[in-house]
């Protein structure tokens, strides 16, 4: 089983300021890692995702994020923030373990409002 | 890519009603899931069909509820004798065999 901690319920920042919206997880086997973000009564789009390879992911809207497997972590970053991003971020796992359910575990959701 | 579609956006019924909700995945996506998010949390899983197979259910999913996907193209989420606690977004998502899913718009359900 996995499970997904977003360690901020809400961050407040001021544009053109950077953010990093913070994420652990637990598993007990190899996962994929994802960011999406929703806006108000929408679905969720797709940020970026880590799969293999290079720990550091680059999405889109200048997001990023680094995986580090020893702390657990996927942290999303962006050097400067704009308006437009203020919305609902959530983190994810799904598990990479062979299977063909990529089932995604949530968490909460960091609410990111980005303030002039 | 003409995205995954949900229909209706919007529900509100009177407790104890059937409703039924469409999802529509991405055309040749085989793979398609069902979540549930409730206010101020992350969506939860429900159910995950390949094909027309249903493969795994949540227990979250209780005995009033119900999906289908007879063709494996698109599919049916059922919730029979509603409670006020199944208010809630259903979000359906698909995929191509790959792990990133795509999601819809979801549809709001609001039990009254």
């Known amino acids: 089983a996995q499970s997904v901690t977003q360690l901020d319920s809400q961050v407040p920042v001021f544009e053109e300021a950077p953010v990093e919206l913070r994420c652990n997880y637990s598993s007990s086997v190899s996962v994929y890692l994802f960011w999406y973000v929703q806006y108000p009564n929408q679905g969720l789009q797709l940020l970026l995702k880590y799969l293999s390879g290079s720990t550091l992911v680059k999405g889109i809207n200048g997001f990023e994020a680094e995986f580090n497997k020893s702390q657990t972590s996927f942290h999303l970053r962006k050097p400067s923030v704009h308006i437009s991003d203020t919305a609902e971020y959530f983190c994810a796992v799904s598990p990479n373990s062979g299977g063909s359910n990529y089932k995604l575990t949530f968490g909460k959701g960091t609410l990111l409002t980005v303030n002039p | 890519d003409t995205g995954v579609s949900q229909d209706p956006r919007h529900k509100i019924t009177k407790r104890g009603q059937n409703v039924t909700f469409r999802c529509d995945p991405i055309s040749e996506h085989n793979r398609l899931y069902w979540y549930r998010q409730t206010l101020g949390q992350g969506p939860e899983f429900l159910t995950y069909?390949?094909?027309?197979?249903?493969?795994?259910k949540s227990r979250l999913l209780s005995d009033r509820f119900s999906a289908e996907r007879p063709k494996g193209s698109f599919s049916t989420l059922e919730i029979q004798r509603t409670e006020q606690g199944d208010s809630a977004m259903y979000l359906c998502?698909?995929?191509?065999?790959?792990?990133?899913?795509?999601f819809g718009q979801g549809t709001r359900l609001t039990v009254v």
């Open positions: 998502a698909s995929s191509r065999g790959l792990p990133e899913a795509f």
């Open positions: 069909f390949q094909n027309e197979a249903q493969l795994e």
